[in-house]
T-cell receptor, first 112, second 114 residues
Framework: GNSVTQMEGPVTLSEEAFLTINCTYT??????LFWYVQYPGEGLQLLLK?????DKGSNKGFEATYRKETTSFHLEKGSVQVSDSAVYFC???????????FGTGTRLLVSP | DTAVSQTPKYLVTQMGNDKSIKCEQN?????MYWYKQDSKKFLKIMFS???????INETVPNRFSPKSPDKAHLNLHINSLELGDSAVYFC?????????????FGPGTRLTVL
């Protein structure tokens, strides 16, 4: 079955620093890939997604590129803000109805 | 106009009790889910229903019984609660069963078993 591996957190950055959160996946075939974000006390919400190789998902200054050759979907942002502090989840889902498989989540803490 | 709502938001109860958590979505989606998030934030699917029919049932103790009276509602009933059931439970929905479908999550129900 599918699996998703994320870097351990927490990731602690100062405002305006560059962010990378690594995510790699294993799957049969070519899954769709997602980043979800969970702000304190809230449910998860979709941040961005990519459905095929070389696709780039982007939203709110965050980007991630679907790299088939390295089975990766790393999340990046050029300049983080305090309001980006949250837990970020990488997830994958295979074609044909399959469950969404989440990574363990990476907590991001941004200080002023 | 909440998209996916859950009640209650907090639930504190004693071991051995039976409790229910309710979920409703007003998005017109066909598919709904229950997830469990443990204290380390690990999120795992428990059940999924499509048009009131069970389609995913992960390895969950049979003390947990989902019920879908209609496609807008998916409730979770838990019998004989145990300490290890303490977690945050999230309901979610998707338009269908497409692999690219975005999941819309509810705000979560924090269950504490004493």
């Amino acid at each position: 079955g599918n699996s998703v591996t994320q870097m351990e957190g927490p990731v602690t950055l100062s405002e305006e620093a560059f962010l990378t959160i690594n995510c790699t996946y294993t799957a049969t075939g070519y899954p769709s890939l997602f980043w979800y974000v969970q702000y304190p006390g809230e449910g998860l919400q979709l941040l961005l997604k990519a459905t095929k190789a070389d696709d780039k998902g982007s939203n709110k200054g965050f980007e991630a590129t679907y790299r088939k050759e390295t089975t990766s979907f790393h999340l990046e942002k050029g300049s983080v803000q305090v309001s980006d502090s949250a837990v970020y989840f990488c997830a994958s889902r295979n074609t044909g109805f399959q469950k969404l498989v989440f990574g363990t989540g990476t907590r991001l803490l941004v200080s002023p | 106009d909440t998209a996916v709502s859950q009640t209650p938001k907090y639930l504190v109860t004693q071991m051995g009790n039976d409790k229910s958590i309710k979920c409703e979505q007003n998005l017109g989606h066909d598919t709904m889910y229950w997830y469990k998030q443990d204290s380390k934030k690990f999120l795992k699917i428990m059940f999924s229903y499509n048009n009131k029919e069970l389609i995913i049932n992960e390895t969950v103790p049979n003390r947990f019984s989902p019920k879908s009276p209609d496609k807008a509602h998916l409730n979770l009933h838990i019998n004989s609660l145990e300490l290890g059931d303490s977690a945050v439970y999230f309901c979610a929905s998707t338009p269908g069963q497409g692999d690219t479908d975005t999941q819309y999550f509810g705000p979560g129900t924090r269950l504490t078993v004493l």
